[in-house]
C-alpha cells in the first residue's frame, strides 16, 4: 500500500523506507496461489509457505480472501436450506454486517495500519534482540504471542467499557451467521495495537504481520451455527460452538470465551464456558437499529452522557474504565442479576418493509459494493481528493440503506439526495464501475 497516504512518527516513516528498499531487492510482495490462500483461511499455511523477510513481502491475505468470503457465505445459505429449510439470516441484518464491515476498512484506504506503524516504531527503536524470520520456533511462538495479545484485548474490550463502545458493534447483530464476522467496529483497531507491542521488542515484523492476518482471517469461519461440534478439536481450537457462546446474551454466556484461534487461554484464565442452553445472540440491551453510523457511535453517547450525569471525579472515571455494568456502589463488572432473563421467546428487531424496498436496498448496495472494491483495486492512482469523495459517498450510502430497511419517515429524502450527489458525481467522473458496461444502467 505504498502508495496511500501514510501518517507516522519519524520512526516508522524510516522504517517504511527501509522495508520498502529491502522489499524491492526481494521482488516485492508474493502472490499466493489460491490453495494457499483457502489453507490461509484456516491459519493452515505452515512456516515454509508463510515466512518472509519485510513486510512488504507479505501478501494481503484478507484483501485477498474476499472471494472466499463470498463463497463461503453462498455455501452457509445451501447448507442451513438443506438443514433446516431456512435462511442463516435476513436481508436487513445481513447488509446491516456487511456496510459495518465496509465502514471499518475505509480508513486502511487512506493510512497505513496503526497497528503495524505502532509495531515498526517500537521495532525499530526498543528492540532488545531479533529472532530469525526464518525459523519455524519463530513462527509458532509469534502464533501464540498474537492470539494471547489478541485474548487480553478481547478480555478488556469486555471490562472496560471505553474499550466496550467500540467492540460493542460486533455483538450488535442478532443473527448469527458468516455476515457477523465481517460486522467490525471503526474505532476498535485504534485501542488493540497497543496489546501487540511487547512481542515487537523481539519478533520480527514481516512475522507479526502474517499472525495478525491470520488469527483475523480464522475468526471468519466459526461464526455460523451449521457446524455443530468438532470432537477433540473442541479442547484446544476456538469453534463455532464456543464462539457462540460468546455472542450469546443469556447469562450463562456474558464474557466467556474471549479466544481468537485458541480456547486453551480461556481455559487457563477460567472464562471459558461450554455451549448448554440455545443460545439467543446479540446485546443484552439491544440497539435496535441497522444505521452503521448510529451502531457506532450510540455507544460513545451514552458513556458521554452517563460521565455528566455521574456526580464525584472518581465515579466519573469509572464510567470510562470500569465495566459497561458497572454504577455507583456496584462491583467493576456490574451485578450478574441485572443481566435480563432469557425466555427463549425473544423477536429480534425487524421492522416490516415492503418486499420491492428490500430489492431496492439490495440492488443499490451491490453497487455501492462495486464501487468499494473498485477504490481499493486503483487508490494508488486517484487524487486524495477523488478518494475522500468517494468515502464520503459510500458512507452516505451506507447510511441512507440502513435508515431505508428500518422503514423511517425521511429515509426517503435522504435516499433522493443520495442519488441525485450519485448523478452528479458519476457523470463528473469521480466515479468508475469495474464493470463500465453498467454504466448506463447505474444512471436509470
Known sequence: RGGRA???????????????????????????????QLRALFYALPPGESSFRTVEEVPDYVEKSIPFFITFIGLEFAVSWIQK?????????GISSLSLGILSRLPDVLFRSIELISYIYVWNNYRLFELP???????????????????????????????WAAHQVHHSSEDYNLFTALR????????????????????????????????????????????????????ILNTPSHHRVHHGRNPYCIDKNYGGTLIIWDRIFGTF???DAKVVYGLTHPVNSFDPIMLQLRPLA?????????????????????????????????????????????????????????????VHFAVIVDLYTELLASVTMLSQGTVLIRIVFIIL????????????????????????VFIGVYKLGYFRSNF?????????
Not at 24 to 30: D, I, Y
Not at 139 to 155: E, K, M, Q, S
Not at 313 to 322: D, G, H, R, Y
Not at 398 to 417: D, P, R, T, V, Y
Request: aromatic share 14%.
Open 302 to 362: 451514552h458513556i458521554w452522557n452517563m460521565f455528566w450525569a455521574t456526580p464525584g471525579f472518581c465515579n466519573k472515571l469509572s464510567v470510562i474504565f470500569k465495566g459497561p455494568g458497572w454504577g455507583p456502589g456496584k462491583p467493576r463488572l456490574g451485578l450478574p442479576e441485572e443481566i435480563p432473563v432469557i425466555t427463549g421467546k425473544e423477536v429480534p428487531f425487524n421492522p416490516h418493509v415492503p418486499a420491492y424496498l428490500n430489492c431496492y436496498a439490495l
Open 133 to 163: 524470520w526464518d525459523s519455524p520456533w519463530t513462527w509458532y511462538l509469534t502464533l501464540l504471542g498474537v492470539d494471547l495479545a489478541y485474548y487480553c484485548f478481547h478480555r478488556m474490550s469486555h471490562e472496560v467499557n471505553i474499550l
Open 184 to 235: 467490525q467496529s471503526v474505532l476498535q483497531k485504534y485501542t488493540s495495537w497497543m496489546f501487540n507491542l511487547p512481542m515487537a521488542l523481539f519478533i520480527p515484523p514481516s512475522v507479526f504481520a502474517v499472525h495478525l492476518q491470520f488469527n483475523l482471517l480464522y475468526q471468519f469461519w466459526i461464526h455460523t451455527e451449521v457446524i455443530t461440534k468438532l470432537g477433540p478439536l473442541e479442547w
Open 436 to 444: 463500465s458496461f453498467l454504466g448506463y444502467a447505474y444512471e436509470v
Open 85 to 93: 429449510r431456512k435462511l442463516p439470516g435476513r436481508i436487513n441484518d
Open 6 to 36: 501514510v501518517r507516522a512518527a519519524p520512526g516508522a516513516e524510516r522504517s517504511s523506507q527501509r522495508g520498502l528498499a529491502m522489499g524491492a531487492a526481494a521482488g516485492g510482495p508474493r502472490d499466493t496461489a489460491p490453495g494457499q
Open 397 to 420: 450510502s451506507l447510511a441512507s440503506f440502513g435508515l431505508l430497511m428500518e422503514n423511517k419517515s425521511k429515509a426517503g429524502i435522504l435516499e433522493i439526495i443520495r442519488c441525485l
Open 273 to 275: 464456558e461450554a455451549e
